[in-house]
């Protein structure tokens, strides 16, 4: 799954539209040294990771919960979009995403509560990234629980979103999952994941789905990642590697 560093934007104020019409909300992440992120993104786009009449009193208090930790700036609340083109400023590239009229798979479903509910945080000392999951009744795969892909699905960007934080570009080479308890629909969970180890263009991370109480682990995981090479040096490799 290719992962565009702009997927995930963090680090200089924005505005984010809330998704139930209420007046505008801001924002403010302070910029971190290490964060590769430099993309402004239009005031525009609406963040779809904020609450809804859908969120159980569960989600809003993990939300909250997370909310009031990045007040001193040890967390970030990250953005969560519809579609890759809200993370750009106007332009053809914006209006050729636009065109396409694509989704971002966690945001594919319109109804409010019946997909993936979710909101990530972001705790760039630790390469952490904390994601608090409603999951909703279109996700269900054994009668009353969700499908087991629903649950590779949060692992796999949220653990994508901790290595985003460290590196720009980066495809899944692997993904490792050990179900270990099912996940009741509408129930909220935590999706706790980091960076664990880079080596040259490899990063290693895992990642694991507990209850909010952490009593019950349903879900671990370890994944690889690949940093993807700037088209130009890729070319130039391509190049080198193809002469006599």
């Given amino acids: 799954m290719l992962r565009n560093w702009a997927r995930l934007w963090w680090g200089l104020p924005y505005f984010v539209t809330p998704r139930n019409g209420a007046l505008l909300q801001r924002f403010s992440h302070k910029l971190q040294e290490h964060s590769t992120a430099s993309m402004l993104i239009s005031e525009k786009s609406i963040d779809w990771g904020v609450p809804n009449p859908s969120w159980s009193q569960e989600m809003m208090l993990q939300f909250n919960r997370y909310m009031e930790m990045t007040k001193d700036g040890s967390w970030q609340k990250l953005p969560s979009y519809q579609s890759l083109s809200d993370h750009l400023?106007?332009?053809?590239?914006?209006?050729?995403?636009?065109?396409?009229?694509?989704?971002?798979?966690?945001?594919?479903?319109?109804?409010?509560?019946?997909?993936?509910?979710?909101?990530?945080?972001?705790?760039?000392?630790?390469?952490?990234?904390?994601?608090?999951?409603?999951?909703?009744?279109?996700?269900?795969?054994?009668?009353?629980?969700?499908h087991g892909g629903a649950i590779a699905t949060i692992l796999d960007s949220t653990v994508g979103a901790s290595v985003?934080?460290?590196?720009?570009?980066?495809?899944?080479?692997?993904?490792?999952?050990?179900?270990?308890?099912?996940?009741?629909?509408?129930?909220?969970?935590?999706?706790?994941?980091?960076?664990?180890?880079?080596?040259?263009?490899?990063?290693?991370?895992?990642?694991?789905?507990?209850?909010?109480?952490?009593?019950?682990?349903?879900a671990e995981a370890t994944s690889l990642f690949i940093e993807l090479l700037p088209r130009s040096l890729s070319q130039k490799e391509t190049d080198s590697s193809s002469s006599p």
């Fill in 164 to 218: 985003i934080s460290v590196s720009r570009r980066v495809v899944t080479a692997n993904l490792s999952i050990n179900y270990k308890s099912p996940v009741e629909l509408g129930s909220v969970v935590l999706v706790d994941t980091r960076v664990d180890k880079i080596e040259d263009r490899k990063i290693f991370a895992s990642g694991e789905v507990r209850s909010v109480d952490g009593q019950t682990l349903h």
């Fill in 89 to 146: 400023r106007e332009g053809s590239r914006k209006e050729e995403l636009q065109n396409r009229k694509s989704r971002l798979f966690l945001r594919s479903i319109d109804e409010e509560g019946k997909g993936f509910e979710y909101a990530m945080f972001l705790r760039p000392s630790e390469k952490r990234v904390v994601a608090v999951f409603q999951i909703g009744p279109y996700l269900e795969g054994p009668s009353g629980f969700a």
